[in-house]
């Protein structure tokens, strides 16, 4: 069964300072695309960043990159740069080849915190 | 580019009630999805709809239904509301490619007592 892990409920982080977000998945599938989405306590979900499985280059956009691992089926995401707008819930997601529309899987999330 | 707009914010409806949630999908968005955030949980996966026809469901009773209209607009309707149907419920769009993000709207905050 497809499952994506956040084992981090809280993290804190200082302002300026880099952090890494934590994800791991589970799929049978070969193909498939992994997301980041930020949270704010307004509760939009904003995409942040996408990995596609046979893609060769880890993600990045602008601040946020994605820490690619295939074999190990990790996903993580690393925000350079911390600001306090930063703070905020962090989902990881996937979708997988044969369901190309609207279904994610989501993980429980990541509460980012960032400290002046 | 329009985004994706939901409509009411927030509602409150008493158990056994029903309720229509709508949402207005980003223009040149084929495929429009809904889903339950419960508080402190991520969002799960209730349906979707491509072209008018819903083509994938998750783990939800019958009494979550759903319609999707010619301009890409949709419904999520619930009946015989039970107290944890109580979430946050959020409508998303995206083109149909594997590679293609969903963008969600603000949700509507939905509270059963």
């Known amino acids: 069964a497809q499952k994506i892990t956040q084992t981090q409920p809280g993290m804190f982080v200082q302002e300026k300072e880099a952090v890494t977000l934590d994800c791991t998945y589970d799929t049978s599938d070969q193909s498939y695309g992994l997301f980041w989405y930020k949270q704010p306590s307004s509760g939009e979900m904003i995409f942040l960043i996408y990995q596609g499985s046979y893609d060769e280059q880890n993600a990045t956009e602008g601040r946020y990159s994605l820490n690619f691992q295939k074999a190990r089926k990790s996903a993580n995401l690393v925000i350079s740069a911390s600001q306090l707008g930063d703070s905020a819930m962090y989902f990881c997601a996937m979708r997988e080849v044969y369901n190309q529309g609207g279904k994610l899987i989501f993980g429980q999330g990541t509460e980012l915190s960032v400290k002046p | 580019e329009t985004g994706v707009t939901q409509s009411p914010t927030h509602l409150i409806k008493t158990r056994g009630q029903q309720v229509t949630l709508r949402c207005s999908s980003q223009?040149?968005?084929?495929?429009v999805s809904w889903y339950q955030q419960a508080l402190g949980q991520g969002p799960q996966f209730i349906f979707q709809y491509y072209r008018e026809e819903e083509n994938g469901r998750g783990n939800f009773p019958p009494r979550f239904s759903g319609l999707q209209f010619p301009n890409y607009s949709s419904e999520l309707n619930v009946n015989a509301l039970e107290l944890d149907d109580s979430a946050l419920y959020l409508c998303?769009?995206?083109?149909?490619?594997?590679?293609?993000?969903?963008?969600f709207g603000n949700g509507t905050r939905l509270t059963v007592t």
């Open positions: 998303a769009s995206s083109r149909d490619r594997l590679s293609s993000p969903l963008h």
């Open positions: 223009s040149g968005h084929n495929t």
